[in-house]
């Protein structure tokens, strides 16, 4: 008698597990490319059937036409060594389990946006040859600092449109070919010193609710040639002297914030090949000093003030090659 209910719940157990994988997957709609060029879509009813598919039919590039796929399992995507490009978008995703792509060798590209994704964990995406990441408009909260661990083929990733309120600087270290970082439109409120010690190229933080940006925020290394910092449309009102320090900044957006004036050596603010500060609310006296400084020293040409200029132009005082 005891042994046949160890019997029973193991069944028990079993069954559910396999269930579980299939209860959440939705009548798909799947297209698929193969090997060869061939291209199929077909549909499919189980988790279990779709990995099969895929295998048999040497699937290089993926993509979900129709149903919904809330919880991505481990292993649901697992042992296709031929996968290439694999879209998951606008299907309700809510949940990925950490090795649900283990052993993908070929993934370039992922696209997992228009989803309900909240948390990413790490050893989701870490240690894989993705190029490509896409997660934007999801309602992303909590990402592990290690979620990008061991990612070295990394070019561009794309967390805009969620709800991110901090950066960790784990993120960026060991992705020399990371070229590209969007965050915008999040929730981030605050960028720490350092945060980009590690990663040097461009990156979009427009439209969150960044408030403070502390000095020294690229690290201390004078001879790194950072890309473009995209800072407008936050809620700055105070830029430090010297946030940006050391180097080399080809481009700084700080367009549309809630400065009003600059109070220091316009040296230490102006380090950048391109600097916008348009449309700020200015004070105009100040905003003069500034203008007449940038023509002074021949910075004209790299500072974009041309709308609030214009606003603060009423005496005619303002140098033209600005306005």
């Not at 002074?296 to 500072?303: A, E, M, R, S, Y």
């Amino acid at each position: 008698m005891f042994t046949r209910s160890l019997t029973l719940i193991f069944l028990a157990t079993y069954v559910l597990s396999v269930l579980s994988h299939d209860i959440t997957f939705n009548n798909m709609k799947i297209e698929y490319v193969t090997v060869d060029g061939k291209q199929v879509t077909v549909e499919i009813n189980s988790a279990s059937r779709l990995k099969n598919e895929l295998y048999a039919a040497k699937a290089v590039r993926v993509r979900i036409l129709e149903g919904s796929f809330p919880v991505i399992y481990a292993d649901a995507f697992s042992n296709l060594p031929v996968l290439r490009d694999l879209q998951l978008s606008g299907r309700e995703v809510e949940e990925i389990h950490s090795g649900a792509f283990n052993n993908v060798p070929a993934l370039v590209t992922m696209k997992l946006s228009r989803n309900k994704i909240t948390t990413i964990n790490e050893e989701v995406f870490s240690n894989s040859k993705i190029r490509l990441l896409d997660l934007d408009h999801n309602l992303i909260e909590n990402i592990s600092p290690h979620a990008f661990d061991n990612m070295p083929k990394l070019e561009a990733l794309n967390l805009s449109h969620n709800k991110i309120k901090n950066l960790h600087p784990e993120w960026f270290q060991g992705k020399p070919k990371l070229g590209g970082l969007s965050v915008r439109h999040n929730q981030i409120e605050n960028l720490p010193s350092e945060i980009f010690a590690n990663y040097h190229n461009d990156v979009d933080l427009q439209n969150n609710k960044i408030k403070k940006v502390s000095r020294n925020i690229f690290g201390s290394d004078d001879k790194i040639v950072f890309g473009q910092l995209w800072l407008g449309y936050n809620e700055i009102e105070e830029w430090k002297e010297d946030f940006v320090k050391g180097g080399e900044v080809r481009a700084l957006m700080m367009m549309a914030n809630k400065i009003q004036c600059l109070e220091g050596n316009y040296e230490n603010f102006f380090v950048a090949l391109q600097t916008y500060i348009d449309d700020n609310p200015w004070d105009c006296e100040c905003l003069l000093k500034i203008a007449k400084w940038a023509v002074d020293n021949q910075k004209d040409f790299g500072i974009n003030v041309e709308n609030s200029a214009k606003k603060c132009n009423s005496t005619g005082d303002f140098p033209t090659m600005i306005i």
